[in-house]
């Protein structure tokens, strides 16, 4: 029954050349499956984690302490979170570096947009929940980066009502952490797969060709891809615990004060000028706007299309712009954000 | 795009039901009165370090003397609402590196203004300190 219904979310036939692991790595496959982990992992962290900035920190450290793979789960959580983020980023350039982002793709292409949003903003949410020192500073420099932006102050309010620390705004972020925004996430995935269905499947890889029926030469390789990735993730968590810092203190920052990596970026950026927010605002908006740019369309898929390389090379600048400025403030800088050496 | 006047109907429907649900929705999640929009820090004239000054990071104030002229400083950064650091030259940013003097004045960005100050009043050897909180 299950299987009859996931499969209606998949096309029914699928061209052969598309099957082809170099067009799109599995990537979005791959998305999808640290998502489900990450459902998994949640739910069974639910049962722990206590959303009171009182006893917040102390369930983090029961469930490390006294629950049999309670910091396994916990670490896997984490971890499965930065690789989606990862996997989102790396999805979205194989659309774009493919050329496949133009024409009948547009509706998709919004909707992966959310989907991006929704995981950095899920990650956001989910990083001030241990309510540790860490947690606690992340979430407020992403909070007054907020304020500059226009609405930032009525946004802000929304979100952490009493301030950062406080019982209804570790309650919002809960909240929209474990049912709102995981709730979206999964319909707008849902939408994001079946949209590909309603299209035919992915646009056209490679030289012209037959179709093949989804069972099983799509399921196999699907599910193949769902083991191996699983595994995968439940191995590496195993070596790369989550980090849990003292409890929040909001007298005293660590120095420096860092927001979490997928931020950081936009940190480094602003400690520049406060004005530079909006830079970061224009490259988002250029991301987004892709589809509508004056670019030729490609009637089939390749890597790096001749017509597209002008925006091939755009995107991969801007990307290894920002890759630049997280590493910049992830390795570079010391007390008081200056600079240091990373050895 | 047949019937285009049906459209634009459900159109404005739509619209009008988004905007009553997300007033309310907006209404529903910003309550009222839950902080204070006024405190006041009270500290003894004595416990203020002659030409140097009283940090007191709880309330994310400094009061700083020098000479005989004392002034009260917001401890939050101007640039985008960390706490800042008392250091010896005055005061750092851990968030985004800027720095300022011991009297509040910017020495290095990204601030573009310098510290706040709060207003002090001095009584029978009884400094208070008074912030307006937004």
């Known amino acids: 029954m299950v299987t009859a219904l996931l499969k209606h979310v998949f096309p029914r036939r699928v061209l052969e050349t598309n099957l082809r692991i170099t067009y799109t790595f599995g990537l979005g496959g791959l998305a999808l499956t640290t998502l489900i982990l990450l459902f998994g992992s949640g739910l069974l962290l639910l049962f722990y984690y206590a959303p009171s900035p009182e006893r917040a920190h102390s369930s983090i450290q029961f469930l490390e302490i006294n629950v049999w793979g309670g910091g396994y789960l916990r670490s896997l959580h984490r971890l499965a979170s930065h690789v989606l983020l990862v996997l989102i980023v790396l999805h979205a350039l194989r659309v774009i570096l493919t050329g496949a982002f133009k024409r009948p793709q547009k509706l998709n292409w919004i909707v992966g947009w959310l989907l991006l949003f929704l995981a950095v903003f899920t990650a956001y949410t989910g990083y001030l929940l241990p309510a540790d020192q860490l947690a606690y500073w992340a979430t407020q420099t992403g909070m007054e980066l907020l304020r500059t932006l226009p609405l930032g102050d009525a946004l802000r309010s929304l979100l952490v009502p009493d301030g950062v620390g406080g019982p209804l705004s570790l309650l919002r972020f809960y909240a929209l952490h474990v049912v709102m925004l995981p709730a979206a996430m999964f319909a707008l995935s849902m939408l994001h797969f079946f949209i590909i269905r309603r299209q035919r499947g992915l646009m056209p890889y490679g030289e012209e060709g037959g179709y093949v029926n989804s069972t099983p030469h799509l399921f196999r390789p699907v599910i193949r891809g769902f083991v191996i990735c699983t595994v995968a993730l439940l191995l590496a968590a195993a070596f790369i615990p989550a980090p849990l810092d003292v409890p929040a203190d909001p007298a005293h920052a660590p120095n420096p004060a860092k927001s979490a990596w997928f931020l950081l970026w936009i940190q480094e950026l602003v400690s520049y000028s406060s004005s530079a927010i909006y830079l970061a605002l224009a490259l988002a908006a250029l991301f987004v706007a892709l589809p509508w740019l004056p670019v030729p369309e490609v009637t089939r898929a390749s890597w790096f299309p001749r017509d597209h390389r002008p925006v091939a090379f755009l995107v991969i600048v801007m990307c290894g712009f920002v890759l630049a400025l997280t590493l910049v403030g992830l390795f570079l800088r010391g007390p008081d954000w200056r600079f240091v050496s990373p050895f | ?134």
Do not use: Y
Not at chain 2, 25 to 34: D, V
Not at chain 2, 36 to 65: H, M, Y
Not at chain 2, 74 to 86: F, K, R, Y
């Open chain 2, 1 to 134: 795009m047949a019937k285009p006047a049906r459209s634009r109907r459900t159109a404005l429907e739509a619209l009008i039901l988004s905007l009553l649900g997300g007033f309310g929705l907006w209404r529903f999640l910003t309550p009222r009165g839950r902080r204070s929009s006024r405190e006041e820090i009270k500290v003894r004239t004595t416990d203020v370090p002659a030409d140097g000054a009283l940090v007191l990071p709880r309330k994310r104030c400094a009061v700083v003397k020098s000479g005989d002229s004392i002034m009260a400083l917001d401890l939050i950064c101007p640039h985008l609402g960390c706490t800042v650091n008392a250091t010896p030259q005055g005061f750092a940013c851990p968030c985004h590196g800027s720095r300022f003097k011991s009297d509040g004045q910017v020495v290095t960005g990204p601030a573009t203004r310098g510290m706040t100050r709060l207003a002090v009043e001095e009584r029978d050897g009884i400094l208070s300190i008074s912030r307006e909180e937004g």
